[in-house]
């Protein structure tokens, strides 16, 4: 089994209930104030992380209007990507009160920073671990830069081939990363079942001996409880205190009593996991009796044959086991046995 690690104060891997995420993303609506509220909601609802985004317009895209820089169709449909990357964007001059606030609180924050200079900036903050978000698998020297820092890093791999991911891993195990989570992603907005193939999953785990997880863009709890079955050991969500509060990623953001049905759900699907096992538990033990047996269901005196009218399989489960039945019948018992008397062996002589 691949070994687990540590972000903040909590272990991530097989072992544990699965790592919950509550991505905030640009949820905020551009205040510091909604912010911090997203983080304590995040909080008080049990995720075990809050994850930002770190950029700027300028660092992502261009200031350009051209029709390469305005988005075709979906969610953000004509939106112009400066634009909306400054609409979205966490400004830096808050994460150092949001980290704050999150230590105060007892709840990982961390960020996906999206260039160099903001892996910079989040190591000034003493970010503990890093996300890599899809868009950016591709973008090798953010890699390389990253896993120089030797945190652990969760990568999403929406729209990423096989030859893609296989890039990404070499790239950051080469350059000093050695915890590492791969995540099932489908990068639409939101996304639909139908595309999220989980059994992906245990191929990922496979393929690349790491742990995996599932970056959900999906309504409700169910794909999150699906992919924990599959294997996943981090489940990250986009979070917001009232999708009808409106923002860039409202839409498909979990509300927070959302976010604490989905922390409880991935936990109880984790632990119904348990292991290969056969035969009655500890708990099932005090049901044994309502299985059937066999039991006398007349009066009988001493040398009367038993039948299939004096000799019944009903419950409790105290007599002979019912595939002793056909082995019984026209057997004699050796006394008188009383209506109700579990059957044993020591009631029947000879055949």
């Given amino acids: ?23 905030m993303s640009g949820n905020h609506n551009q205040s510091l104030d909604r912010a911090l509220e997203i983080l304590e909601a995040a909080h008080a609802a049990g995720a075990h992380a809050c994850k930002l985004q770190t950029y700027r317009g300028d660092t992502i895209t261009l200031d350009h209007d051209g029709p390469d820089f305005r988005i075709q169709g979906g969610l953000w449909a004509g939106r112009r990507l400066f634009e909306l990357y400054e609409e979205a964007h966490t400004p830096w001059e808050w994460h150092e009160a949001i980290f704050r606030r999150g230590q105060e609180l007892g709840i990982a924050v961390f960020s996906s920073p999206f260039d160099e200079t ?26 390389k830069k990253v896993a120089a820092t030797g945190k652990p890093m969760i990568l999403s791999t929406g729209m990423a081939t096989v030859a893609e991911i296989d890039e990404a891993v070499r790239t950051v195990r080469a350059h000093g990363c050695r915890d590492m989570v791969l995540l099932k992603c489908t990068s639409t907005y939101p996304a639909s079942p139908l595309d999220c193939n989980l059994r992906t ?33 981090v489940v990250e969500k986009h979070f917001t205190l009232r999708r009808a509060d409106g923002g860039v990623d409202s839409a498909f953001s979990m509300e927070p009593e959302e976010m604490k049905s989905l922390v409880t759900e991935t936990a109880r699907a984790w632990q119904a996991l348990g292991t290969v096992r056969y035969g009655p538990t500890a708990a099932e033990v005090d049901s044994l009796p309502f299985r059937r047996s066999i039991y006398v269901a007349t009066d ?18 105290f007599g002979l086991a019912p595939s002793h039945y056909e082995e019984l019948v026209g057997r004699r018992v050796t006394c008188d046995v009383p209506l109700g008397t579990p059957m044993s062996w020591d009631l029947v002589g000879g055949a």
């Fill in 1 to 23: 089994m691949i070994e687990g690690f540590r972000i903040h104060d909590r272990q991530v891997g097989l072992d544990h209930e699965p790592y919950v995420i509550a991505e």
């Fill in 118 to 143: 903001a892996v910079d900036f989040l190591e000034s903050l003493g970010a503990p671990a890093y996300k890599i978000a899809s868009p950016e698998l591709v973008h090798l020297p953010l890699l």
């Fill in 300 to 317: 009988l005196k001493a040398g009367d044959v038993l039948t299939t009218e004096n000799l019944r399989v009903v419950r409790p489960g």
């Fill in 201 to 233: 999953l245990g191929h990922l785990h496979e393929m690349f001996g790491c742990h995996v997880g599932l970056s959900d863009h999906t309504m409700g709890v169910g794909v999150a409880v699906a992919a924990v079955a599959l294997g996943a050991t």
